[in-house]
C-alpha cells in the first residue's frame, strides 16, 4: 500500500481516513511505530512546515493533530511491551498558565513511538505535579513545553521545586516550545534544549546513555 496517504491524511486533518489507513498499514505488516515514525509524524511536521509559511491556519493545526491523535489510540494499544524493552520514563507536561499542547503532544508521541515510557500530565501543570509525577514513577526524564513568553519563566519554578525534593540528580530535564532557546535553558539550569521532536528523542536517548 502507499503510505504516502497517511501522511496527506494526516496534513489534510483526515481521521476517519487516517484511522482506516493506519488500519490497512498494520494489516499489511508495518509495524506500529514505523508507521507513527515514519508516515504520521512527518504529516505533524509538514502541516507545521506550512503552518510556519502562513499557508496553514490554527484551525488545520488542530484537526491535523486530532487525525494524529485517532491514529495513536489505535496503534498505542499495539505497541505495549512490544520489545518488553524501554528506553526509560519521561514524564511531559506544558507549564502553569500555559494551554499550548500541539507541540508538546507531538514530543510525547515520538517519545512513545521510540520506546520511551510517557506520562503526559497535560496543560497547565504546576511544580507541584511536576515533581509528584517524578517522584511516583521514579522517571529518568522530565519535559517542560511552553509556547508563552509569559510562561517560559515558570520552568525554573518547576526546576527549583525538583531541586527542593533533592531529586534533580535523579533526572534530566528537557526543556522545549517556540520561544525558548539554548541560552535560556542553560539560564534556568535545565540540563537540554532542543529545538523538535525529533531531535527530542535522539538527545534522550544520549542523556541517558542508551545510543552511540
Ligand atoms: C495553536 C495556537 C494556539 C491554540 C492552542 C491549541 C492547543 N491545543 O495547543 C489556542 C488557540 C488555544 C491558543 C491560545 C493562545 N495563544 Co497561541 N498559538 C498557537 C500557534 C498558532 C501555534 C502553536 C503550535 O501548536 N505550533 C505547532 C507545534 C507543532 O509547534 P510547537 O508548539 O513549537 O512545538 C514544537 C517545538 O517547539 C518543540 N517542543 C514543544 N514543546 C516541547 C517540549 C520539549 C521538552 C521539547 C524538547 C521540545 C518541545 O517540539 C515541537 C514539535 O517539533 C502559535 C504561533 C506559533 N507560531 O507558534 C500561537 C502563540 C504561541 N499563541 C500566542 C498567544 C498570545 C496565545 C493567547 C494568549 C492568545 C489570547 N490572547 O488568548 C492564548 C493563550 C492561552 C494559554 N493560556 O495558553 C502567541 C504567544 C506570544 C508570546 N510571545 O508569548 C503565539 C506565538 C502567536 C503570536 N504570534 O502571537 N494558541
Known sequence: MDLQELTDAIVAGNMNGAVTLSKQAVESGIEPKTIISDYLIKGMEIIGARFGEGKAFVPNLLMSARAMKGCLDL?????????????????IGTVKGDLHDIGKNLVASMFEGSGFEVINLGINVDADKFVKAVIDNDADILSLSALLTTTMGYMKDVIKAVEEAGIRNNVKIMVGGAPLNEAFAREIGADVYTADANEAVIVAKKLLGKSS
Open 75 to 91: 496503534l498505542k494499544p499495539m505497541m505495549q511491551g512490544e520489545s518488553g524493552i524501554s528506553y526509560g520514563k519521561v514524564v
